[in-house]
């Protein structure tokens, strides 16, 4: 999938990739995504119930070996 910003948050545990998504998400353009690479399997519910709270879209999520990829796109 194509991304136009990329986060690593491998060793980081929940809240901290929510918040280093937020913080990075406000860096980008609506219309962009973000892709997150994360260690922590919490990612994979977090990531969607942030983006429903917070009205950004979830794209997607990709899984390889220990490694999951979301990819979130900046709605506002």
């Not at 545990?13 to 919490?42: F, T, W």
Request: overall charge negative; aromatic content about 6%.
């Amino acid at each position: 999938m194509k991304s136009d910003a990329m986060l690593d948050c491998i060793g980081l545990y929940c809240p901290m990739p929510i918040h280093q998504i937020a913080n990075n998400l406000r860096k980008l353009e609506p219309g962009q995504v973000l892709e997150v690479v994360a260690s922590d399997e919490g990612i994979k519910e977090d990531a969607p119930a942030w983006c429903r709270a917070t009205g950004n879209e979830f794209v997607g999520m990709e899984e390889k070996d220990s490694q999951i990829k979301v990819y979130i796109k900046k709605t506002k």
